[in-house]
């Protein structure tokens, strides 16, 4: 088990005192149950473990149930008793049981003191097919996403790298011996990505053969799921979607030519939908707001972001290139680039879902930033340049039309927070190299 940021707002919420059952959200096999087991372990004197997709449990809750027959359910079948402030009742994927999430409601309202953990990978598309009722305004939520690249470092003990990665600051000069290592440790990352169970097994051997049996086993697993949450006749589409997903990561696309000559656009979006709901893609809209609220253009083009960049560079089949990547320039378009930078943007929205747009002006083909979105009052534009160089054309003309924004370039080259000049006009810009993505939201 890897020591996962989610811990820190884990320990927050058992801290506070108007307290409501907590759902973590993530996709399958990013992490969900190993960090709660971990939280568990590490303050509670005893967890109460009940996982849904175990038969022996689930038919426990196949029928709706009060509180002290839960209790008692809990007592016999179980045996263990719950004691507030000292259990952790864990339901692990709790979509399977709708009279579980039912008893959530309950649990804020008459035992308070009780804590509740639930996850929940496939949890917004079981409900929007099953039609069961989330107890709304008693239950908080969390998210998990592969691990991002400050994790890969805490799980690879780099800790002295992590710490001072974790607080440089942009006026300070990061040797270039820290520089590289910290480059050769991220494309290593870029390569292998941030699902748990790969990461692992590469620190443990780092034999190649079995990581792709990892990553084939991760993708059927997700193309099986398909027909639990969709009909057969959906399910071509949703599988079709995973299938060839990572091929366009990175990308803007149009449903239209995302498909095959017989496959419709509407179905293909309900089929993304679908799997962002899932948490398995992620489509970033476009915005051409230059103020605040961000609005989306829906029916512009949307940029997909897949769930990992490991997964990815496997479906493309480039497994063969892993640890002697050096640069993103020319990599695939250069798109590798914008899907590890999304993927750890994502990461850093743990306690709410994000909400990230790229910026395009009216007309395609003209000023476009990557990624935007909406911190503390201002509008944030990212550009990612896959290299050390690259002109900042469209991140100019987003600082002209932007009013209350912060800009931000990432690349391979060093950090700092440098003054440039447009149409007489002087603006800060913030450059990150791209081994400290994950302080992206920082106000530096």
């Given at each position: 088990?890897?020591?996962?940021?989610?811990?820190?707002?884990?320990?927050?919420?058992?801290?506070?005192?108007?307290?409501?059952?907590?759902?973590?959200?993530?996709?399958?096999?990013?992490?969900?149950?190993?960090?709660?087991?971990?939280?568990?372990?590490?303050h509670f004197d005893n967890l109460i473990n009940i996982n849904l997709e175990k038969s022996e449990h689930l038919k426990f809750f196949k029928e709706g149930i009060s509180l002290e027959e839960f209790e008692k359910i809990v007592k016999i079948n179980f045996q263990q008793s719950i004691v507030p402030g000292k259990t952790l009742i864990f339901i692990d994927e709790i979509q399977n049981s709708p009279n579980l999430i039912k008893l959530l409601r309950f649990f804020y309202e008459e035992k308070p003191k009780i804590h509740v953990i639930a996850t929940g990978s496939l949890l917004?598309?079981?409900?929007?097919?099953?039609?069961?009722?989330?107890?709304?305004?008693?239950?908080?939520?969390?998210?998990?996403?592969?691990?991002?690249?400050?994790?890969?470092l805490g799980a690879k003990n780099e800790k002295e790298l992590l710490n001072f990665l974790k607080n440089v600051k942009s006026n300070e000069k990061i040797p270039l011996a820290i520089h590289k290592k910290a480059m050769d440790?991220?494309?290593?990352?870029?390569?292998?990505?941030?699902?748990?169970?790969?990461?692992?097994?590469?620190?443990?051997?780092?034999?190649?053969?079995?990581?792709?049996?990892?990553?084939?086993s991760l993708f059927t697993g997700y193309s099986e799921d398909v027909y639990k949450y969709s009909s057969i006749a959906n399910a071509k589409y949703l599988k079709y979607i995973i299938e060839r997903a990572p091929f366009f990561a990175g990308s803007i696309i149009n449903y239209t030519k995302f498909g095959e000559l017989n496959f419709k656009s509407r179905e293909l979006s309900q089929g993304f939908e679908t799997l962002e709901r899932a948490m398995i893609v992620?489509?970033?809209?476009?915005?051409?707001?230059?103020?605040?609220?961000?609005?989306?253009?829906?029916k512009r083009a949307k940029k997909i972001l897949f769930l990992d960049i490991g997964l990815v560079n496997y479906q493309m089949g480039i497994h063969k290139d892993y640890l002697t990547l050096k640069n993103f320039n020319d990599f695939y378009r250069g798109k590798?680039?914008?899907?590890?930078?999304?993927?750890?943007?994502?990461?850093?929205?743990?306690?709410?879902?994000?909400?990230?747009?790229?910026?395009?002006?009216?007309?395609?083909?003209t000023a476009e930033i990557d990624f935007c979105l909406n911190k503390d009052g201002l509008i944030f534009g990212i550009e990612v340049k896959s290299g050390k160089t690259g002109r900042l054309k469209s991140l100019r003309e987003f600082s002209k039309l932007v009013s209350n924004k912060r800009i931000i370039r990432i690349y391979d080259g060093e950090f700092k927070n440098e003054k440039i000049k447009i149409d007489n006009k002087v603006y800060n810009l913030i450059s990150l190299p791209f081994y400290l993505t994950p302080r992206i939201l920082e106000n530096f």
């Amino acid at each position: 088990m890897f020591d996962r940021k989610i811990t820190d707002y884990l320990i927050k919420w058992k801290n506070k005192k108007q307290r409501k059952p907590l759902i973590i959200r993530g996709a399958r096999q990013v992490g969900k149950t190993s960090s709660v087991l971990m939280f568990a372990k590490k303050h509670f004197d005893n967890l109460i473990n009940i996982n849904l997709e175990k038969s022996e449990h689930l038919k426990f809750f196949k029928e709706g149930i009060s509180l002290e027959e839960f209790e008692k359910i809990v007592k016999i079948n179980f045996q263990q008793s719950i004691v507030p402030g000292k259990t952790l009742i864990f339901i692990d994927e709790i979509q399977n049981s709708p009279n579980l999430i039912k008893l959530l409601r309950f649990f804020y309202e008459e035992k308070p003191k009780i804590h509740v953990i639930a996850t929940g990978s496939l949890l917004e598309v079981l409900n929007k097919k099953q039609g069961f009722a989330m107890p709304v305004g008693r239950v908080e939520y969390l998210y998990l996403y592969p691990f991002d690249f400050f994790e890969y470092l805490g799980a690879k003990n780099e800790k002295e790298l992590l710490n001072f990665l974790k607080n440089v600051k942009s006026n300070e000069k990061i040797p270039l011996a820290i520089h590289k290592k910290a480059m050769d440790l991220f494309y290593e990352y870029a390569m292998i990505g941030g699902m748990p169970e790969i990461i692992k097994m590469f620190i443990s051997n780092k034999n190649l053969e079995d990581l792709k049996t990892v990553y084939s086993s991760l993708f059927t697993g997700y193309s099986e799921d398909v027909y639990k949450y969709s009909s057969i006749a959906n399910a071509k589409y949703l599988k079709y979607i995973i299938e060839r997903a990572p091929f366009f990561a990175g990308s803007i696309i149009n449903y239209t030519k995302f498909g095959e000559l017989n496959f419709k656009s509407r179905e293909l979006s309900q089929g993304f939908e679908t799997l962002e709901r899932a948490m398995i893609v992620y489509q970033v809209k476009a915005t051409k707001s230059t103020e605040i609220p961000l609005i989306a253009q829906n029916k512009r083009a949307k940029k997909i972001l897949f769930l990992d960049i490991g997964l990815v560079n496997y479906q493309m089949g480039i497994h063969k290139d892993y640890l002697t990547l050096k640069n993103f320039n020319d990599f695939y378009r250069g798109k590798m680039a914008e899907q590890i930078v999304g993927q750890n943007l994502l990461a850093q929205y743990i306690d709410a879902p994000p909400k990230i747009f790229y910026w395009a002006r009216e007309k395609p083909g003209t000023a476009e930033i990557d990624f935007c979105l909406n911190k503390d009052g201002l509008i944030f534009g990212i550009e990612v340049k896959s290299g050390k160089t690259g002109r900042l054309k469209s991140l100019r003309e987003f600082s002209k039309l932007v009013s209350n924004k912060r800009i931000i370039r990432i690349y391979d080259g060093e950090f700092k927070n440098e003054k440039i000049k447009i149409d007489n006009k002087v603006y800060n810009l913030i450059s990150l190299p791209f081994y400290l993505t994950p302080r992206i939201l920082e106000n530096f």
